[in-house]
């Protein structure tokens, strides 16, 4: 199944959230290139205890039924999280599910994620007692750049894809 191949744009709703909603100075922005590509670039900044960066899509999707989250990237050599949340649109859970994954510079590589072994986290910590994720109710996906990775970033997705 095709999550997001960004031939739609203009129907999808990514947001950008960095570390400025707590004091840092990070920037980021999310935009489509000429080859029809979802590009998210910026630069870290560890100043005033930041070091995070952003995007997600706010469109609801079911994970139901699938295994693996297949991912076509082209990275910069830093390492990536792809993150999904659950709940409803109105009252997500609090924390996130993630999966971190390592990129090569300038190397299109394809990368499959195993639901099963993502993590929950919240605000960067991994908390006690998170229940199983209900993958009928994702009401949010993304990507995130942390883990004390100062300097510019660029992360190019062709298409985020759901294998059963």
Same mark, same amino acid.
């Given at each position: 199944? %095709?999550?997001?191949?960004?031939?739609? /744009?203009?129907?999808?709703? +990514?947001?950008?959230?960095?570390?400025?909603?707590?004091?840092?100075? =990070? @920037? =980021?922005?999310?935009?489509?290139?000429?080859?029809?590509?979802?590009? /998210?670039?910026?630069? $870290? @900044?560890?100043?005033?205890?930041?070091?995070?960066? @952003?995007?997600?899509?706010?469109?609801?999707? *079911? !994970?139901?039924?699938?295994?693996?989250?297949?991912?076509?990237?082209?990275?910069?050599?830093?390492?990536?999280? /792809? &993150?999904?949340?659950?709940?409803?649109?109105?009252?997500?859970?609090? +924390?996130?599910?993630?999966? &971190?994954?390592?990129?090569?510079?300038?190397?299109?590589m394809t990368v499959q994620l195993p639901i099963a072994e993502f993590e929950p986290?919240? &605000?960067?910590?991994?908390?006690?007692?998170?229940?199983?994720?209900?993958? @009928?109710? %994702?009401? &949010?996906?993304?990507?995130?750049?942390?883990?004390?990775? *100062?300097?510019?970033?660029? !992360?190019?997705?062709?298409? $985020?894809s759901a294998i059963s």
């Amino acid at each position: 199944m %095709i999550i997001t191949d960004f031939s739609n /744009f203009a129907r999808q709703q +990514w947001v950008i959230v960095n570390d400025g909603i707590m004091g840092g100075e =990070s @920037s =980021s922005r999310f935009q489509i290139n000429f080859d029809g590509n979802g590009v /998210f670039l910026g630069n $870290i @900044s560890l100043a005033n205890n930041g070091g995070f960066a @952003s995007v997600k899509n706010q469109e609801p999707i *079911s !994970l139901k039924g699938y295994r693996t989250i297949e991912l076509k990237v082209k990275g910069d050599g830093k390492r990536y999280s /792809f &993150r999904f949340q659950t709940g409803t649109e109105t009252n997500p859970d609090k +924390w996130w599910y993630e999966y &971190r994954f390592d990129t090569k510079a300038d190397e299109w590589m394809t990368v499959q994620l195993p639901i099963a072994e993502f993590e929950p986290t919240y &605000r960067g910590q991994t908390p006690k007692n998170v229940p199983e994720p209900d993958l @009928s109710a %994702i009401v &949010r996906y993304g990507f995130l750049i942390s883990d004390g990775q *100062s300097g510019n970033f660029r !992360l190019e997705t062709d298409i $985020i894809s759901a294998i059963s």
